[in-house]
């Protein structure tokens, strides 16, 4: 008797990170996926399936990066498969001292446009969305285990109500969720350390067993380049490049709309500007490539900003950037570039390409707004255009990490020519994994990989790099340089990972087969590799296996979309319904099962149609609603409001600041009894003594909107340091 089996399931995972691991654990037996190269990788999986094993394969979709598709043939009726993942990835440092981490649970629809064959490569492209109810919720449960080197002070979640145990030498935690998650947001949390901003160099031992990268030791240099506040340039041409569609509508476009008045605000007199908004089409509020920032153009920026909304259709961004690519540089005005967006698009190599070709004169800035944006479109524009990203899906931090990203712009550049020196013993060349330094930008977290030989000792090492025709160093002491253990040799899959990024971003044929070398080495899967496995000792089918079409016309073919609740899942099964099977879902296993288990709905095409259409909304959640789609309702942030009354000049009226702070004449006499000041230096010195006060926390919103009023305050020789140093002892009194 032929064992039923399902053909293939092929399971649709959002990654932010290095996978170098992929297993499955069947009923009694476990499959290893071993790199390979993509197109033998296939090979391996297509004749295994068709000899009646089971088999796994897993791959970096071709579209996009952060996207990984899974493939398990000849599962049997009735068998669990549990699959298993590895990664590692580096933990990005928040403004306010937290390393984060960001377990990706929510992938959002993705916009593609109608020239475009972008998308999944198991996705049918000529099938329209069509989701329906998933009856049968899933949950995950999730536990963490942090370790270190330095200690914790504290460990929170954001989004979620975790459970904290930190261990007594405060170097290691565990963190639990008693009552599990559902997938409405990404899970993450947020890890304080003593000394984060502390210089720091981490040695970890290689596999000795291993040739190449894997063998040697490799260094992770942990560093936080300083550059001057002072130091922002009026000599950059920047262009805001907002997203419109309607996806951002909601809470995202309220969001959008204040960050780019607080960008207004903080742009230095004397620079050039432009707001470029794109949805199905886009728009420009200037005809030319920018103008010079004057309080007119200032203005007519604001009444773009007052009506903004998510009104445009589609993500059509690919236009709107080549549109101001197309556009003649300004001699003497380095142009900036920053984009805004959900990230919810697939043509992210035509875009990237599209970057990368004009890296050399235009930097790009990128924002992911919300859970699920794109990584490899946010990063990956910022990597291509020299620049730097942000993904923000905690609201609260838009704001903030947008406006830190717009401080990075107006820096002066740093210059290419980074060095590093490494003090060894014994005494080798130390090298740098990759060989191009990644971006710089003062007061950021920098993050660079060396390797060396296995049993070397670092005495010291010296980075040094160049702001203008300054030089600025940072050495660190044998004090600062650390030695760490760990099996599963993160730094080396981690350095692996930069390496290889950087290979395919060149994009040239000679570095095909270091490429494909590199990531079966290392076991880090790329575009130009696969994992596969597959049960040599057990066949599924007794009798010569049948061969089952390729898709989109194979039976009982399920493509899954794991990414509620507004992730897809969408498949075309042939209408022989004996043939079809449904899917459930639950901490992460797969469960083939009857269709008499009413988990997914099909509906005819039409009469005529051959193939039926099936879809299903994870997390137990229904289609997008009226409600879900409403403008989410904002509080009154009184800081943008602060900020939106500050004139071109970069002060503030007395009256604007009476009102703005709910304070009375007499109080402004008893001040100016004090300290000599006319009208609209008290109300600067107000705003800036309120600023200090009330919004500490959120310094990096509006440091650069204070330089412009501290600016104003030397114009008219006033000593604002001192000045507001007195306002701010008697203002305390008074809020």
Same mark, same amino acid.
């Given at each position: 008797?032929?064992?039923?089996?399902?053909?293939?399931?092929?399971?649709?995972?959002?990654?932010?990170?290095?996978?170098?691991?992929?297993?499955?654990?069947?009923?009694?037996?476990?499959?290893?996926?071993?790199?390979?190269?993509?197109?033998?990788?296939?090979?391996?999986?297509?004749?295994?399936?068709?000899?009646?094993?089971?088999?796994?394969?897993?791959?970096? @979709? &071709?579209? #996009?990066?952060? *996207?990984?598709?899974?493939?398990?043939?000849? %599962?049997?009726?009735?068998?669990?498969?549990? /699959?298993?993942?590895?990664?590692?990835?580096?933990?990005?440092?928040?403004?306010?001292?937290?390393?984060?981490?960001?377990?990706?649970?929510?992938?959002?629809?993705?916009?593609?446009?109608?020239?475009?064959?972008?998308?999944?490569?198991?996705?049918?492209?000529?099938?329209?969305?069509?989701?329906?109810?998933?009856?049968?919720?899933?949950?995950?449960?999730?536990?963490?285990?942090?370790?270190?080197?330095?200690?914790?002070?504290?460990?929170?979640?954001?989004?979620?109500?975790?459970?904290?145990?930190?261990?007594?030498?405060?170097?290691?935690?565990?963190?639990?969720?008693?009552?599990?998650?559902?997938?409405?947001?990404?899970?993450?949390?947020?890890?304080?350390?003593?000394?984060?901003?502390?210089?720091?160099?981490?040695?970890?031992?290689? @596999? &000795?067993? #291993?040739?190449? *990268?894997?063998?040697?030791?490799?260094?992770? %240099?942990?560093?936080?380049?300083?550059?001057? /506040?002072?130091?922002?340039?009026?000599?950059?041409?920047?262009?805001?490049?907002?997203?419109?569609?309607?996806?951002?509508?909601?809470?995202?476009?309220?969001?959008?709309?204040?960050?780019?008045?607080?960008?207004?605000?903080?742009?230095?007199?004397?620079?050039?500007?432009?707001?470029?908004?794109?949805?199905?089409?886009?728009?420009?509020?200037?005809?030319?490539?920018?103008?010079?920032?004057?309080?007119?153009?200032?203005?007519?920026?604001?009444?773009?900003?007052?009506?903004?909304?998510?009104?445009?259709?589609?993500?059509?961004?690919?236009?709107?950037?080549?549109?101001?690519?197309?556009?003649?540089?300004?001699?003497?005005?380095?142009?900036?570039?920053?984009?805004?967006?959900?990230?919810?698009?697939?043509?992210?190599?035509?875009?990237?390409?599209?970057?990368?070709?004009?890296?050399?004169?235009?930097?790009?800035?990128?924002?992911?707004?919300?859970?699920?944006?794109?990584?490899?479109?946010?990063?990956?524009?910022?990597?291509?255009?020299?620049?730097?990203?942000?993904?923000?899906?905690?609201?609260?931090?838009?704001?903030?990490?947008?406006?830190?990203?717009?401080?990075?712009?107006?820096?002066?550049?740093?210059?290419?020519?980074?060095?590093?020196?490494?003090?060894?013993?014994?005494?080798?060349?130390?090298?740098?994994?990759?060989?191009?330094?990644?971006?710089?930008?003062?007061?950021?977290?920098?993050?660079?990989?060396?390797?060396?030989?296995?049993?070397?000792?670092?005495?010291?090492?010296?980075?040094?790099?160049?702001?203008?025709?300054?030089?600025?160093?940072?050495?660190?002491?044998?004090?600062?340089?650390?030695?760490?253990?760990?099996?599963?040799?993160?730094?080396?899959?981690?350095?692996?990972?930069?390496?290889?990024?950087?290979?395919?971003?060149?994009?040239?044929?000679?570095?095909?087969?270091?490429?494909?070398?590199?990531?079966?080495?290392?076991?880090?899967?790329?575009?130009?590799?696969?994992?596969?496995?597959?049960?040599?000792?057990?066949?599924?089918?007794?009798?010569?296996?049948?061969?089952?079409?390729?898709?989109?016309?194979?039976?009982?073919?399920?493509?899954?979309?794991?990414?509620?609740?507004?992730?897809?899942?969408?498949?075309?099964?042939?209408?022989?319904?004996?043939?079809?099977?449904?899917?459930?879902?639950?901490?992460?296993?797969?469960?083939?099962?009857?269709?008499?288990?009413?988990?997914?709905?099909?509906?005819?095409?039409?009469?005529?149609?051959?193939?039926?259409?099936?879809?299903?909304?994870?997390?137990?959640?229904?289609?997008?609603?009226?409600?879900?789609?409403?403008?989410?309702?904002?509080?009154?942030?009184?800081?943008?409001?602060?900020?939106?009354?500050?004139?071109?000049?970069?002060?503030?009226?007395?009256?604007?600041?009476?009102?703005?702070?709910?304070?009375?004449?007499?109080?402004?006499?008893?001040?100016?009894?004090?300290?000599?000041?006319?009208?609209?230096?008290?109300?600067?010195?107000?705003?800036?003594?309120?600023?200090?006060?009330?919004?500490?926390?959120?310094?990096?919103?509006?440091?650069?909107?204070?330089?412009?009023?501290?600016?104003?305050?030397?114009?008219?020789?006033?000593?604002?340091?001192?000045?507001?140093?007195?306002?701010?002892?008697?203002?305390?009194?008074?809020?």
């Amino acid at each position: 008797m032929v064992m039923p089996v399902v053909s293939i399931i092929i399971l649709y995972i959002y990654v932010k990170t290095a996978v170098y691991s992929f297993n499955a654990k069947l009923d009694g037996r476990s499959i290893t996926g071993h790199c390979m190269e993509k197109k033998k990788a296939k090979e391996v999986y297509d004749n295994a399936v068709k000899e009646g094993h089971t088999a796994i394969l897993g791959s970096e @979709d &071709r579209f #996009s990066g952060d *996207l990984l598709h899974l493939a398990l043939g000849n %599962l049997p009726k009735g068998e669990y498969a549990n /699959l298993q993942l590895k990664m590692v990835q580096e933990l990005p440092l928040k403004i306010d001292g937290a390393v984060d981490f960001t377990l990706p649970t929510v992938f959002n629809p993705r916009y593609s446009p109608a020239d475009q064959s972008s998308g999944p490569e198991y996705y049918p492209p000529a099938l329209e969305n069509y989701v329906t109810p998933n009856k049968s919720p899933y949950s995950l449960k999730v536990k963490a285990e942090v370790q270190g080197s330095f200690k914790i002070t504290n460990i929170k979640s954001l989004t979620d109500q975790i459970n904290v145990h930190i261990s007594d030498d405060e170097t290691s935690a565990t963190i639990t969720q008693d009552d599990g998650m559902n997938f409405d947001q990404d899970w993450s949390f947020q890890i304080y350390y003593q000394t984060v901003h502390k210089p720091h160099c981490l040695q970890m031992a290689g @596999d &000795r067993t #291993s040739t190449g *990268l894997m063998k040697d030791d490799v260094l992770m %240099l942990n560093l936080f380049p300083e550059v001057p /506040l002072e130091d922002y340039s009026p000599f950059n041409e920047i262009i805001l490049v907002v997203d419109r569609s309607g996806s951002m509508e909601g809470s995202k476009i309220v969001k959008a709309k204040n960050t780019l008045l607080l960008f207004l605000k903080s742009l230095p007199p004397g620079c050039r500007f432009n707001v470029v908004s794109f949805g199905s089409d886009f728009e420009t509020l200037f005809e030319s490539s920018s103008e010079r920032y004057t309080e007119s153009t200032l203005q007519k920026a604001l009444e773009l900003q007052k009506s903004m909304d998510a009104d445009m259709g589609g993500t059509e961004i690919y236009e709107a950037l080549r549109h101001v690519y197309s556009k003649e540089l300004v001699p003497g005005y380095p142009r900036q570039i920053i984009v805004l967006t959900d990230g919810e698009v697939w043509n992210i190599d035509q875009l990237i390409e599209l970057i990368q070709r004009h890296a050399d004169d235009t930097r790009v800035f990128s924002v992911g707004i919300g859970d699920g944006a794109s990584t490899a479109l946010v990063e990956g524009m910022a990597m291509a255009g020299k620049g730097r990203c942000e993904m923000v899906a905690d609201e609260s931090q838009f704001q903030t990490r947008v406006m830190g990203l717009i401080g990075s712009m107006l820096q002066e550049n740093v210059t290419v020519d980074l060095t590093v020196e490494c003090k060894v013993a014994p005494p080798q060349e130390v090298k740098l994994v990759p060989k191009v330094a990644p971006n710089v930008f003062g007061g950021q977290h920098l993050i660079l990989y060396a390797r060396l030989k296995p049993n070397s000792k670092i005495e010291s090492v010296k980075v040094g790099w160049k702001i203008g025709e300054d030089q600025f160093n940072c050495e660190l002491k044998e004090d600062d340089c650390k030695s760490v253990h760990d099996s599963n040799f993160s730094f080396h899959r981690l350095a692996a990972k930069a390496q290889l990024i950087q290979w395919l971003k060149e994009d040239d044929d000679n570095l095909h087969e270091d490429i494909i070398n590199l990531s079966i080495s290392s076991s880090v899967v790329c575009k130009l590799t696969s994992f596969v496995g597959f049960d040599q000792d057990n066949k599924v089918i007794k009798e010569k296996a049948r061969e089952y079409p390729t898709y989109p016309e194979m039976d009982a073919a399920v493509c899954c979309m794991m990414s509620a609740p507004m992730g897809k899942s969408l498949c075309r099964i042939k209408k022989n319904k004996s043939a079809t099977v449904a899917l459930e879902s639950y901490d992460q296993a797969l469960i083939p099962c009857d269709t008499s288990a009413d988990f997914m709905e099909y509906e005819d095409e039409d009469e005529g149609s051959e193939f039926l259409r099936c879809g299903f909304v994870g997390g137990g959640n229904g289609p997008p609603s009226e409600e879900n789609d409403a403008l989410v309702e904002q509080e009154k942030d009184t800081l943008v409001d602060l900020i939106s009354f500050q004139q071109f000049d970069g002060s503030w009226s007395l009256n604007d600041c009476l009102n703005l702070l709910n304070i009375d004449e007499k109080f402004c006499e008893t001040i100016r009894s004090k300290v000599s000041l006319d009208d609209i230096c008290l109300g600067t010195a107000l705003i800036l003594s309120y600023l200090e006060l009330k919004f500490d926390a959120r310094k990096e919103e509006w440091k650069i909107v204070a330089l412009k009023g501290h600016k104003f305050l030397k114009v008219n020789k006033i000593d604002s340091a001192e000045r507001i140093k007195y306002t701010s002892n008697i203002l305390a009194t008074q809020i």
